[in-house]
T-cell receptor, first 112, second 112 residues
Framework: ELKVEQNPLFLSMQEGKNYTIYCNYS?????LYWYRQDPGKSLESLFV?????AVKQEGRLMASLDTKARLSTLHITAAVHDLSATYFC????????????FGKGTKLSVKP | DAMVIQNPRYQVTQFGKPVTLSCSQT?????MYWYQQKSSQAPKLLFH???????NEADTPDNFQSRRPNTSFCFLDIRSPGLGDAAMYLC???????????FGPGTRLTVL
């Protein structure tokens, strides 16, 4: 069964702190995406990770991919309130038609 | 700017009254997707078109239909909306099945 598991599902953190969101998936993947979603809004693409060891950074967010462990991480450095949102990872599994399988999302709340 | 446009942004319909949601794109992408996202859940793929080739997900109810009259436009028809169909409907496009998907702003559907 194709599964994508994120944890934690809820994350409340203080401004200035660091934290990591984890995304595990069940079988070989071609590529992995991280999206951000603000309440009532659509999905905004953050990162596309295509190969083992890929690391991408944008501002206070850094994403990495370990295809052997079937694990991606989204690391938040020195969180600020503006990062409050729900973060989804989504996986394209090898051999599929390319459909995205989403994790359940991590709702991040950054408090002053 | 190339983009994915959805209309209307908010739609209110009555129980059982057919409704059509619209998606258009200026990206000239081959693939167009429709997702349903209920509150606090991940997006769920309903179906997609690869060019004119329609691909329905196995668990998409028959109540949901789609049309793609040309490359730029795709429609989601809900034949008899029930209360459980209230959700955000997201349209996405990609150049090919395995490429990154770009999401439109979504249509929020309310069923009274």
């Amino acid at each position: 069964e194709l599964k994508v598991e994120q944890n934690p599902l809820f994350l409340s953190m203080q401004e200035g702190k660091n934290y990591t969101i984890y995304c595990n998936y069940s079988t070989t993947s071609d590529r992995l995406y991280w999206y951000r979603q603000d309440p009532g809004k659509s999905l905004e693409s953050l990162f596309v990770l295509l190969s083992n060891g890929a690391v991408k950074q944008e501002g206070r967010l850094m994403a990495s991919l370990d295809t052997k462990a079937r694990l991606s991480t989204l690391h938040i450095t020195a969180a600020v309130h503006d990062l409050s949102a729900t973060y989804f990872c989504a996986v394209v599994f090898g051999g599929s038609q390319g459909n995205l399988i989403f994790g359940k999302g991590t709702k991040l709340s950054v408090k002053p | 700017d190339a983009m994915v446009i959805q209309n209307p942004r908010y739609q209110v319909t009555q129980f059982g009254k057919p409704v059509t949601l619209s998606c258009s794109q200026t990206l000239n992408h081959n693939v167009m997707y429709w997702y349903q996202q209920k509150s606090s859940q991940a997006p769920k793929l309903l179906f997609h078109y690869y060019d004119k080739d329609f691909n329905n997900e196995a668990d998409t109810p028959d109540n949901f239909q789609s049309r793609r009259p040309n490359t730029s436009f795709c429609f989601l028809d809900i034949r008899s909306p029930g209360l459980g169909d209230a959700a955000m409907y997201l349209c996405a496009t990609s150049g090919s099945r395995r490429e990154e998907q770009f999401f439109g702003p979504g249509t929020r559907l309310t069923v009274l």
